[in-house]
């Protein structure tokens, strides 16, 4: 069997399937109302021998991408921590469920200054106060709770990312190192009540040991992939290093398989702009991280460097909550 052909770099991958939704991607309407340009079932693998797949036809937030993967690793599921770390991109969402129960979407019209306004005075409540924190900054059993703290019938509490670290160590050749998300559940009530944070969207991710490589597959139903598929392959690209370190193994690939994969109708414009500059591409940076650390729950933030990273300019573009 021929093996699998890599693009030059990430940019390359990432664009050619960023392009072909735009040939080829239908318009469907979604939850949120903007509509989507959607193809399904598509995948990207990066070698992550070569490089950190942090792409650089675009600047990508790391330090949020770091500290989110930390949170998700503690367990937590409140904003609190990303919020006093300056990390945003779970605001809104938190927001959204404080207007619903607050009946104030229909006078706050979103991205409106008033809106904006009450955003900001929310996001001082979570940063300063542990008591509005706890009431409002809560997003239910998403990625955390399910990784760390999956429930069971009876009453147990199962941790995943220590489960698949033993299995890495014990039992590499298993074909069971999987990690779900998806707990039906839990999330069911997430799935039919929109005022809550979505079920989450990398739905379930398996690690996999060959000739002493460690490997990731991930899962995704549901790929915003402007905003957040940049952030989905530097996040578990990361997370494969970070195993890769406490289990002893050398790294291999990660492999992103989407099934939903979208582009808004409102990020069409920025999606074409970053096409665009696909003979501008910068080589991939490196991801330094310290080898000091041997527990997965120990990293801080401090225990990651990224070197050598020139991106290009940010693109802003409004997230579909």
């Not at 398996?206 to 957040?228: E, I, M, N, P, T």
């Amino acid at each position: 069997m021929k093996s699998y052909e890599y693009y030059e770099n990430p940019d390359e991958e990432y664009l050619s399937l960023m392009k072909y939704i735009l040939s080829n991607g239908i318009n469907r309407d979604d939850r949120t109302g903007i509509g989507t340009k959607s193809v399904f079932g598509h995948q990207m693998r990066f070698d992550l021998s070569k490089g950190f797949p942090l792409l650089t036809t675009k600047k990508v937030f790391i330090r949020g991408i770091i500290h989110e993967l930390l949170w998700f690793l503690t367990g937590d599921t409140n904003i609190k921590y990303l919020v006093r770390n300056d990390v945003k991109i779970w605001n809104e969402w938190a927001f959204q469920v404080y207007l619903e129960k607050n009946n104030l979407t229909k006078s706050l019209a979103r991205y409106s200054p008033e809106w904006t306004e009450k955003l900001n005075w929310f996001i001082e409540q979570i940063k300063t106060s542990d008591e509005f924190a706890k009431e409002w900054g809560e997003l239910g059993p998403i990625y955390g709770k399910q990784w760390r703290k999956w429930e069971t019938p009876k009453g147990q509490a199962i941790d995943q990312i220590q489960n698949v670290i033993d299995m890495l160590k014990n039992d590499p050749s298993s074909r069971r190192i999987i990690v779900s998300g998806w707990n039906v559940g839990e999330i069911y009530d997430l799935i039919h009540d929109h005022n809550h944070a979505p079920p989450p969207c990398h739905s379930l991710f398996q690690f996999h040991v060959l000739d002493g490589k460690l490997s990731c597959q991930l899962y995704q139903r549901s790929a915003d992939f402007f905003l957040g598929v940049p952030f989905n392959i530097a996040s578990y690209a990361l997370l494969t290093m970070m195993v890769a370190q406490v289990t002893g193994y050398k790294l291999g690939e990660f492999v992103w398989t989407g099934a939903d994969i979208h582009l808004y109708l409102n990020h069409l414009e920025q999606a074409k702009l970053q096409i665009s500059r696909e003979n501008d591409i910068r080589p991939s940076p490196k991801m330094k991280i310290n080898p000091e650390v041997k527990n997965i729950f120990n990293f801080k933030y401090s225990d990651f460097e990224v070197v050598d990273y020139n991106p290009l300019d940010a693109i802003k573009a409004t997230i579909a909550v």
